[in-house]
Nanobody
């Protein structure tokens, strides 16, 4: 599986962005998908994950209520809608795929996209 993440950019505090992650291959529906982020000098952290069928979904406490993960298996794409963005959301965002089940540990994911930069200005 090859993953291509895009949709990042510069946004003001309180703004919104939607990230997309397009996957190659015909087995996308057999992969749980996750979004992670990494800020400078920090470890990569879990943001959100979604199971094969699209539910349930899982979120880090820091983004719960502001971010929404979704997927379209017909389009081999997973999305991360980010609302009410804060400066602390600034990071490189990565999408990742894991066979069958989600996990909060990035080390347990099999495939990674290249990352897309999100910068929230105050």
């Amino acid at each position: 599986v090859q993953l291509q993440a895009y949709g990042g950019g510069l946004v003001e505090v309180g703004g919104s962005l939607r990230l997309s992650c397009a996957a190659s291959g015909r087995t996308f529906s057999t992969y749980a998908m996750g979004w992670f982020r990494q800020a400078p000098g920090k470890e990569r952290e879990f943001v959100a994950a979604i199971k094969l069928s699209g539910s349930p979904t899982y979120y880090a406490d820091s983004v719960k209520g502001r971010f929404t993960i979704s997927r379209d298996n017909a389009k081999n794409t997973v999305y991360l809608q980010m609302n009410s963005l804060k400066p602390e959301d600034t990071a490189v965002y990565y999408c990742a795929a894991r066979r069958y089940s989600i996990d909060y540990d990035p080390l347990r994911y099999d495939y990674w996209g290249q990352g897309t930069q999100v910068t929230v200005s105050s």
